[in-house]
């Protein structure tokens, strides 16, 4: 995994009525995910204000069945600046048969200046008999994108 590195000059955001500055998480940021203090997964996240997030990651590449690596998560405002999101996801074995499923569920803190956010996650995979077969813990962190 590519070391995470800021990416470049990041506008200050202004506070808006509607909830998209920097009081809000909406918006799409560059985060990283580190377990066992080791790299774990690295993407793009855009967190929606339907509550909708999109995570488009450089996990390993889905097997050729159109799986991808972009999917889709809920988030919920549970504090101030602080939120919850779960990401339920699908997974594949070698030959691209259906293995299980997993999810990803994160508490995140949106820091002063609305730029940056921190937070822990939790990632399990489960077989087709909902067996947990994989588990990781970590830390996140994430800076946010701008067209400047």
């Not at 808006?16 to 996240?45: A, C, N, R």
């Not at 997030?53 to 101030?80: H, M, R, S, W, Y």
């Not at 803190?109 to 399990?124: D, M, Q, S, V």
């Amino acid at each position: 995994m590519p070391a995470f590195q800021g990416l470049g000059k990041l506008a200050t955001a202004k506070t808006s009525s509607k909830g998209s500055g920097p009081s809000s998480i909406v918006g799409l940021w560059h985060v990283l995910f580190t377990s066992d203090g080791q790299p774990f997964d690295e993407g793009y996240d855009m967190w929606l204000s339907d509550g909708v997030e999109i995570l488009n990651d450089t996990a390993p590449p889905q097997p050729a069945n159109g799986a991808g690596t972009v999917c889709l998560g809920v988030f919920k405002k549970i504090g101030p600046r602080t939120y919850k999101l779960k990401h339920p996801f699908w997974g594949f074995d070698e030959n691209s048969k259906l293995s299980g499923r997993g999810v990803i569920n994160e508490i995140v803190a949106l820091e002063p200046g609305g730029n940056r956010y921190h937070g822990a996650f939790t990632f399990e995979v489960y077989d087709l008999d909902n067996h947990l077969v994989f588990e990781a813990k970590g830390t996140l962190r994430a800076e946010r994108v701008t067209a400047d």
